[in-house]
């Protein structure tokens, strides 16, 4: 095999993706996080601003890209957000890239995509982890969020993959409706698992 295993990380809105994502770092597996490159992509004297600032004027300032203002110029409208993914995905794919080559020594690494089903990431991995919870204790973690309302909520999970059907295609399910330790516990497992087999090729 050449380049370390992938493993592709992903779970709907306040499953708990994040805690797990840091727990494998725990575990010493580098861990590169699509959003928070998307924000780096987007502050200040960021890559994209400028792209951004010309197809879609007024969405950015001094402290970067305006995510509200940028949200509003593409919602509902298909054909915006096409464009927009169309600035944003080659970016993200070349700091992956990057990301890849710096860690090219590692055994595993993880990506940490929320749409990997959604924008068909899964094929560009080797194995894939879903984060899980019960819907009651994903709906109170995301309520506790600020600006977040029962209808932004709903309008979320829409465009997200149901739940049971990420399940279905995953390797393995991370559950985090339990406690932080047993959820650790796990973690620490699947990665014992994962080394063990990659030890025998």
Avoid: C, W
């Amino acid at each position: 095999m050449t380049g370390p295993f992938v493993i592709g990380l992903t779970g709907s809105i306040a499953m708990g993706k994040s805690t797990v994502a840091a727990m494998f770092a725990d575990e010493g597996v580098p861990v590169f996080d699509a959003d928070s490159t998307v924000h780096e992509l987007q502050r200040p004297g960021g890559a994209l601003v400028p792209a951004i600032e010309s197809a879609f004027p007024g969405t950015t300032g001094a402290e970067g890209v305006d995510r509200k203002a940028l949200g509003a110029a593409v919602f509902g409208d298909r054909d915006k957000l096409a464009k927009l993914e169309s600035l944003i995905h080659p970016a993200v794919a070349e700091r992956r890239a990057a990301f890849l080559a710096d860690n090219a020594d590692a055994d595993l690494v993880l990506f940490d995509i929320p749409l990997l089903f959604e924008k068909a990431g899964h094929k560009n991995v080797d194995y894939i982890v879903v984060v899980s919870a019960p819907y009651a204790v994903q709906r109170e973690r995301v309520l506790k969020r600020p600006g977040m309302t029962p209808e932004k909520f709903d309008q979320i999970r829409a465009l997200q993959m149901n739940d049971a059907d990420k399940q279905r295609q995953a390797d393995y399910v991370v559950k985090t409706g339990q406690s932080l330790e047993e959820t650790r516990h796990n973690v620490r497992e699947l990665v014992k698992k994962l080394r063990a087999g990659l030890a025998k090729h």
